[in-house]
C-alpha cells in the first residue's frame, strides 16, 4: 500500500478508537478481512446463542460459515429454504441472544454509528436486547460527521442494497436517493448511535480494507 495511504488510514482509525471508546463503546482495529474471525474467536464464548443482522461484511470476512461451525447456537437467517414466519421467529429470538452481529452502514470520525433500516430488526437489536453486539466495519465507512454519513447512508449503502435485494426503488435506477416512500423502501429507520448505555455491551471491530456497502 502507498505509504500516504496507509498514513490516512492509521490516522484515522486511531481517531476513531478513541473517540468510540470515550463513548463506552469497546473497540479492536484488525489489519484484513482474514482476521476478523480468529478475533471472533476469542470473542465468543464456544455455546453462545449467536445471531446476525443482515450484511454482506459479516459474508466477505467469512462470518456466516464460522458461526455454522458446530460450535455455537446461530440463529441462522441465511438457511437454505427458511420461511419468511421462521425469519420473523429468528428476528424475534434475537433480542435474547448473547451476541448479535451487523455491521454498520457509517461512522463518524468523532465516533457515532450511523444506520438506516428497513424492517428495523436489526437496529432493534442494536439498540436493546442482546447481551452483546459486535458490529465489524471497513474503512469505507468512515465519514467525518453526522452530515457526511447520513449522504452515504442514502446515496451510497441504501441503493446498493435496494439493488441487491431487487427491490422497485427510484434508487436502483440512478443510484441516487429520491427519500421515496416506496412500499419496497429499506429505509424506514434512521439511527444515530452516540454511546452504548451500557459499557463495551457494542464492540467494534474496524477492518483497514473496503467492505460491505
Given amino acids: 500500500m502507498n505509504p500516504n495511504k496507509a498514513w490516512w488510514i492509521d490516522t484515522n482509525f486511531e481517531t476513531v478508537k478513541k473517540n468510540l471508546e470515550a463513548r463506552n463503546f469497546e473497540c479492536f482495529v484488525v489489519e484484513k478481512k482474514e482476521d476478523v474471525v480468529p478475533l471472533l474467536e476469542k470473542l465468543i464464548s464456544k455455546g453462545s446463542v449467536v445471531s446476525c443482522g443482515g450484511s454482506m461484511t459479516l459474508f466477505e470476512c467469512g462470518v456466516i460459515d464460522f458461526l455454522r461451525n458446530g460450535n455455537y447456537s446461530f440463529l441462522d437467517r441465511y438457511k437454505e429454504g427458511i420461511t419468511p414466519e421462521e425469519l420473523g421467529e429468528i428476528y424475534r429470538k434475537s433480542f435474547w441472544a448473547d451476541y448479535y452481529l451487523m455491521s454498520t452502514n457509517a461512522i463518524t470520525l468523532d465516533g457515532k454509528l450511523i444506520n438506516i433500516d428497513g424492517n428495523g430488526n436489526r437496529l432493534?437489536?442494536?439498540?436493546f436486547g442482546p447481551k452483546n453486539v459486535i458490529v465489524i466495519a471497513g474503512k469505507n465507512k468512515l465519514v467525518l460527521n453526522e452530515e457526511q454519513g447520513l449522504l452515504r447512508v442514502?446515496?451510497?449503502?441504501?441503493?446498493?442494497?435496494?439493488?441487491?435485494?431487487?427491490?422497485n426503488t427510484p434508487c436502483t435506477q440512478d443510484g441516487k436517493c429520491h427519500d421515496c416512500l416506496s412500499s419496497?423502501?429499506?429505509?424506514?429507520?434512521?439511527?444515530?448511535?452516540?454511546?452504548?448505555?451500557?459499557?463495551?455491551?457494542?464492540?467494534?471491530?474496524?477492518?483497514k480494507e473496503d467492505l460491505g456497502f
Fill in 124 to 127: 432493534a437489536a442494536l439498540l
Fill in 154 to 167: 442514502r446515496n451510497i449503502a441504501s441503493p446498493m442494497n435496494s439493488k441487491r435485494l431487487s427491490k
Fill in 184 to 207: 419496497d423502501s429499506i429505509c424506514s429507520h434512521i439511527v444515530v448511535t452516540r454511546r452504548s448505555p451500557a459499557k463495551g455491551r457494542i464492540k467494534v471491530v474496524l477492518v
